[in-house]
């Protein structure tokens, strides 16, 4: 049996593909239905450890990671065989089914389609063979009339899965029914046939006001209007980009029971999605920090991951920001650096093979943490369950106000994607004079050291701490909503807004 195949395309980037995909897997999954979510093609630095070949690990993004889950399905590989990770404005890492491929790394995009089409196709077939249902996103819009000839992320991988497609676009940004029947129109006249219905999403307002462009609309191409999806904003899956949403989040209001949590935005950000539990916690208010002054007044500052470690630190420098995040630990601030933000917190960080683009010698780092970092061509893959020291070893690094003390024997779950090899070395620095030791404090199952503390100053190879229920009742004393629950609030959403029978007719066999 060959699977049904439902794809959502947008008229632009950011018009919530990936929202919309996620909700239809749920939904899907939810009648009882075999689903598996495709996308042939991810530009994201958002990127989790999944299952892959020959028993080995592989990456994919972070998006078709929670379309798994919401499809209620293990993910591999398959589901995002190819995924780019940007690391500067002109280059990124190209990972094929899982695995960096470093000669494509020079390929033109034009000639790379041709190289990497064949492993979207197959991943694609065998999804559709084992499936019920796959659910596909497309990436960016399919009308890119410059690009069409070598596009295989849309109507190349509509066509040869003959997939039902919904075309979605973000009135909120005005121009949303020219955005529609210029997409429809742009396209040939058989792609144009696989359109079966128009998403009007984050509509603000009475939707009685927007006739009659839906019924204009589709006189003009044939294709009704499905639904109108009224914005939505805390919803709690998290933004395919990480801050696409950036506005601050939780109370405003000053309380000193309000924990105020900034998190450093990085142009080189890896990850953020991880942080969307916080977004959703009691008492905390969430901000991305791009100046010094976003800093005022947080009693944490979080370093996240990086795509290119010594980039965002000299960007840090250039901003002031790690003057900042240094006197924001010395007044007894809490820091906590994940990954790339780890190696940040070290004294130093070397990469003498050019891992992050070019050779270069030791790179000085904001020096919170007595700790090393060397940069090595080989990616560590991990899916990681890890604890932390007990409350002794805690109370012993001289951080009698640190929050991290309530993380003492917590065992939590999560992964780790990184180049860096880190090891503690103990020096004078000037940096943080009133911090005593660097301490390991959290160790994986074989007791190799995944995290260290000092004073109130932590750092963490473990990403999706958040994500963990553990860490978040022992950090928070509460938990943000399951990501399950969030995953039935998607459903239920589209079950309301979609006119009725839309969902079901996509995939029957008419």
Request: proline residues 5%; glycine residues 10%; charged residues 20%.
């Amino acid at each position: 049996m060959i699977a049904r195949a439902v794809m959502v395309l947008g008229t632009t980037s950011g018009a919530g593909k990936s929202w919309l995909a996620t909700a239809l897997c749920r939904w899907y999954a939810r009648q009882g239905l075999r689903v598996a979510p495709f996308k042939a093609q991810n530009m994201s630095n958002n990127a989790r450890v999944v299952p892959g070949l020959d028993g080995h690990l592989g990456e994919i993004g972070s998006a078709q990671y929670f379309q798994a889950q919401a499809a209620r399905v293990r993910p591999d590989v398959r589901m995002n065989p190819v995924l780019l990770k940007p690391e500067q404005d002109t280059a990124s890492q190209v990972i094929v089914m899982g695995q960096v491929h470093d000669e494509l790394r020079h390929v033109p995009w034009r000639e790379r389609s041709n190289h990497v089409w064949p492993h979207a196709r197959a991943a694609l077939d065998e999804l559709m063979a084992t499936q019920d249902v796959v659910v596909i996103e497309g990436a960016g819009s399919p009308a890119e009339i410059n690009l069409h000839a070598s596009d295989y992320v849309n109507m190349r991988t509509a066509l040869h899965a003959q997939a039902r497609c919904l075309l979605v676009t973000d009135i909120d940004r005005g121009g949303a029914f020219a955005h529609l029947y210029g997409t429809h129109q742009l396209l040939p006249e058989h792609e144009r046939a696989l359109i079966k219905g128009f998403v009007l999403n984050r509509f603000r307002g009475d939707a009685s006001l927007l006739a009659p462009g839906p019924d204009q609309l589709q006189a003009l191409t044939g294709v009704p209007t499905l639904a109108v999806l009224p914005m939505w904003r805390g919803h709690g899956l998290p933004e395919e980009d990480g801050v696409f949403d950036d506005r601050a989040t939780g109370p405003i209001v000053n309380d000193a029971s309000v924990r105020r949590i900034a998190v450093l935005a990085c142009p080189r950000i890896s990850n953020l999605d991880e942080f969307q539990p916080l977004r959703s916690a009691p008492g905390v208010r969430l901000v991305w920090a791009r100046h010094p002054r976003d800093l005022d007044g947080a009693d944490w500052v979080i370093l996240p991951g990086s795509k290119h470690t010594r980039a965002d630190l000299a960007w840090l420098r250039t901003h002031g920001l790690d003057r900042a995040v240094i006197e924001h630990a010395r007044r007894g601030g809490a820091v906590l650096g994940i990954c790339g933000g780890l190696q940040m917190l070290g004294h130093s960080l070397s990469d003498p093979d050019g891992v992050e683009g070019h050779a270069g010698a030791v790179v000085e780092g904001l020096g919170l943490l007595d700790l090393h970092t060397r940069f090595d061509a080989h990616k560590l893959l991990r899916e990681t369950g890890a604890t932390f020291s007990n409350a002794e070893t805690f109370a012993a690094l001289d951080a009698s106000a640190s929050p991290w003390q309530a993380l003492a024997g917590v065992c939590a779950l999560g992964y780790e994607i990184h180049h860096g090899r880190t090891d503690a070395q103990p020096v004078a620095t000037q940096a943080a004079p009133l911090l005593r030791r660097t301490q390991a404090v959290l160790h994986d199952g074989e007791g190799h050291p995944l995290g260290w503390c000092k004073g109130q100053v932590l750092g963490l190879y473990l990403h999706g701490l958040f994500e963990d229920a553990a860490v978040m009742r022992a950090l928070f004393g509460a938990q943000a909503p399951s990501l399950d629950r969030v995953m039935d609030g998607l459903a239920d959403y589209i079950d309301q807004h979609f006119a009725p029978g839309a969902l079901a007719s996509l995939i029957d066999g008419a």
